[in-house]
């Protein structure tokens, strides 16, 4: 058994596995009492908690809430609605689309880490929408529509399958003429970076004509352990792009300098900081949702003029209607028929020329 399938098989998912590594607070212990919902994690990232705080940012993505319960502003049925399942395109289960020429082929429901703030948790955490996840007839969908051009392969987590599932995926994607582009959606860089071992980068290294690409999540500088500087280092050295896709949750990451932190330190370890995502309206994550224009907000006042332009992710807000970009324009002041005003992050002042068309 491999180090990966180790820390699966012992995924800290009982009261009594997590009393191991935190002091739990009554109300942690309430919730995951009462609530009927799928949480777990791995040791190592178990191992990454404050022992002591309830407040710790790992806990808080980890251990179930009350707050939970409350739902004011998520949608029901959220998923169906989001992912555009009660339409007239007849698509697999397997298959989510929002553009033309991209989508989302859903290949799991199993992760390493159940994160509460899950904008999929009607599949991944409560188990209340049911998919057919078969992978054959989604591969097949994909080739009967030539449209599409890029594969976004997601879960769950899809690098909990095995190699040779993994590679069984990849092998038939590449034989679609019209795909130029893979994709894997993945946390394992972060919760369990032991996954990313000698027969998954045989999978993933080599040159093709259709390459993979890899987009993580990390939501605190604190998820950063040495073990995940090697597994990216690994991928990188295989060929294959990291980015990371921030979430931006209340108490967590909503603060200048703990996002900042987490971008340089994203540098640090190789990863592209890629989206910044605003916490979608999945139901009963209301208690980490901040006020929509606050993603801008720490992207100017901690990252633009701050740190290098690598740093810089979008933020957007992602729809039944696609991904769209929460970037107001804070820089251009003025305009006039001569010349246009900018602003920089000090609060400078400077001019460029007005150009006709």
Known sequence: MEDWQKQMQDQVDTLEKLE?????????????????????????????????????????????????????????????????????????????????????????????????HCFRKEVVVSRELKLRLDLAEGIEWIRDHREIRDVLITGGDPFLLSDDKIEYLIAKIREIPHVQMIRFGTRTPIALPQRITPGLKKVLSGFHRVPIWINTQCNHPRELSDETAR??????????????????????????????????????FRIRPYYV???????????FRT?????????????????????????????????????PDYYMVDKDDKEYTLRNYKGELTRTPTIPE
């Open 20 to 116: 191991q590594y935190v002091n739990l607070a009554p109300e942690e212990k309430e919730a995951i009492r009462s609530l009927d919902t799928k949480w777990g994690t791995t040791p190592h990232m178990a191992g990454l908690m404050d022992k002591n705080d309830p407040a710790c940012p790992i806990r808080r993505q980890v251990i179930p809430s009350l707050k939970e319960n409350e739902n004011v502003h998520g949608i029901e049925d959220y998923l169906i609605w989001k992912e555009n399942r009660d339409t007239d395109d007849v698509r697999p289960d397997a298959i989510a689309r929002h553009y033309k020429d991209r989508i989302a082929f859903t290949v799991t429901d199993i992760c390493a880490n159940y994160c509460r």
């Open 231 to 268: 597994a990216v280092y690994d991928l990188l050295s295989c060929g294959v792009n990291v980015g990371n896709q921030m979430v931006l949750l209340k108490g967590i990451n909503d603060d200048v300098d703990t996002f900042r932190e987490l971008h340089l330190k994203l540098l640090a």
């Open 277 to 287: 995502f605003y916490c979608e309206p999945a139901p009963g994550i209301d208690h």
């Open 291 to 327: 006020p929509v224009e606050k993603g801008a907000e720490l992207i100017r006042d901690a990252l633009r003029g701050h740190t290098t332009g690598l740093a810089q992710p979008m933020y957007v807000v992602a729809t039944r209607i696609g991904k769209i970009p929460l970037m």
